[in-house]
């Protein structure tokens, strides 16, 4: 309440404040992705309360929208960017900003250009060669065939922009999505 002579005669109309602790930014996950923008990147911290109409991300000076998934992690969308540049991610967080930030580097967009061969068994097991533009170092290269991620362990990196990878086994025949990510 208010008080006009500092003790007495309180108003009986009461507003709320709450005290609450400190939001804290630790690290990102992925700590990159493409320049073309898109990638969503967890924010792993602690304090983290709901209200994603007043959660922001900032790739820099570049506001996103953030969606507060629990207590220590937040979903942000990477704005577009200059490959190669690196930027301080925070989180504004119901209104306020949190502690620390993370660094996000923008990598140049993943194009396939050529694979062979271009078909395999149903069993798997084939070793598919992709070459291709703007792939990074072998530990952030993944081969994806439709819905199944080849993890690094079956993949080798031939080239700054040659990898292979063993195609897996598939229920049925047909077509699917060959793609790289990372």
Not at 112 to 124: H, K, Q
């Amino acid at each position: 309440g208010v008080s006009n002579n500092g003790v007495h005669d309180l108003s009986s109309v009461q507003s709320l404040f709450l005290f609450a602790g400190s939001c804290v930014v630790q690290h990102l996950a992925p700590s990159s992705g493409v320049s073309d923008g898109g990638s969503r990147v967890t924010i792993h911290g602690s304090g983290f309360t709901g209200g994603s109409d007043r959660s922001w991300c900032f790739f820099g000076l570049i506001k996103s929208p953030a969606t507060v998934l629990t207590s220590s992690r937040a979903l942000c969308s990477s704005p577009t960017s200059k490959a190669g540049s690196d930027v301080n991610v925070k989180l504004v967080n119901g209104g306020s900003d949190c502690e620390g930030s993370s660094v996000y580097s923008y990598l140049e967009p993943v194009r396939i250009t050529r694979v062979w061969p271009s078909r395999g068994r149903l069993a798997g097991g084939t070793v598919v060669t992709v070459s291709g533009e703007g792939l990074p170092s072998l530990a952030k290269v993944r081969c994806r065939f439709g819905s199944k991620v080849v993890e690094s362990s079956v993949m080798n990196q031939i080239s700054s922009s040659m990898v292979s990878c063993i195609a897996p086994s598939a229920l049925a025949t047909g077509h699917v999505v060959l793609e790289l990510s990372t």
